[in-house]
């Protein structure tokens, strides 16, 4: 079911890279573009990087959210281990990012919603993530909730982000 998205995503990247053919490319870069690129379009049906980019602004958000978010995850912070010990700072940068990554989160529900109202859905095999758990939501609101929603979204894009990166690492073709 989701493996036309994963091959129209190689094949995309594997055109990029021709066309960049005499040009340094850093694939670290690439292969991060192309798994982004793959789980967004599982989840909310579009792309963030790369070429035919629906909403530069829209993406240019993602970007910043995820690049914020890599940063501060990787970050030690010591008032985890040691809590006397807590900066203010840090954890003023991590509520901003989740305030944020939230605001995005709710933006692309309302977006799936209104094409959900207006029948600009494709059919049952064309559904991403979202609109797959907002018709969940129509039959029982209770268990559903936009904020269940968005949770699903954040910890089904760490485990697919996170599989993805394995396979690459291990070689093993996302086809």
């Not at 890279?17 to 005499?22: C, E």
């Not at 982004?36 to 829209?58: C, F, T």
Request: aromatic share 8%.
């Amino acid at each position: 079911m989701l493996s036309p998205i994963r091959l129209e995503e190689v094949k995309s990247m594997i055109c990029v890279l021709f066309r960049n053919q005499n040009q340094f490319v850093d694939m670290r870069t690439v292969f991060f573009e192309l798994v982004l690129n793959i789980m967004m379009r599982m989840i909310a049906g579009k792309r963030y990087y790369g070429e035919n980019v629906s909403d530069v602004e829209e993406a240019k958000r993602f970007r910043a959210i995820h690049t914020e978010s890599f940063l501060l995850g990787g970050q030690t912070i010591i008032g985890d281990y040691i809590p006397w010990i807590k900066s203010k700072e840090m954890e003023k940068r991590l509520i901003e990012c989740n305030l944020k990554r939230d605001s995005f989160l709710q933006c692309l529900i309302e977006e799936q919603r209104r094409k959900i109202l207006e029948g600009d859905c494709c059919g049952e095999k064309k559904k991403n993530l979202i609109q797959v758990l907002l018709s969940l939501q129509e039959t029982e609101p209770e268990y559903y909730t936009d904020d269940i929603i968005k949770g699903l979204i954040v910890v089904r894009t760490l485990i697919m982000f996170l599989y993805l990166l394995i396979l690459m690492i291990n070689g093993v073709a996302i086809s």
